[in-house]
């Protein structure tokens, strides 16, 4: 269990501690990326607003960072030729360019009618 500190009471009394139950919500991945050269690392897309990446081995996972900033379920994850820039689209109705390193969004191309489910860069 998880344990809160909360503030003082009324008549100033002092902060005390409540234990918390984890939260039971699960996240329906929608979808999942490898990067070239990194055959142990995924980025996963789910419904939590966000894409993690998450290096794997047969006996641990590792959280290795977040992609934060959508506000709804992430539905497509796309790569950059060069692996430097990641492209999202999602339930928001938004694609975001992202910096693949530094994990931060560099463009938000908003406006879009309804989810969006695909992404592609242009490859030529």
Do not use: Q
């Not at 796309?78 to 694609?95: A, I, M, Q």
């Amino acid at each position: 269990m998880a344990e809160i500190e909360t503030a003082a009471g009324e008549g100033g009394g002092d902060a005390r501690r409540v234990r918390r139950e984890p939260s039971n919500i699960m996240y329906c991945v929608r979808t999942v990326k490898n990067r070239p050269g990194e055959e142990d690392t995924f980025l996963v897309g789910a419904e939590d607003t966000h894409v993690t990446k998450i290096r794997h081995d047969y006996d641990r996972c590792e959280k290795l960072d977040t992609f934060t900033g959508h506000s709804m379920g992430i539905r497509s994850i796309e790569l950059s030729r060069d692996g430097k820039k990641l492209l999202t689209g999602c339930e928001d109705h938004s694609l975001r360019i992202w910096d693949y390193e530094e994990a931060k969004s560099k463009c938000i191309l908003a406006g879009h009618r309804d989810v969006v489910v695909s992404t592609l860069y242009n490859l030529s």
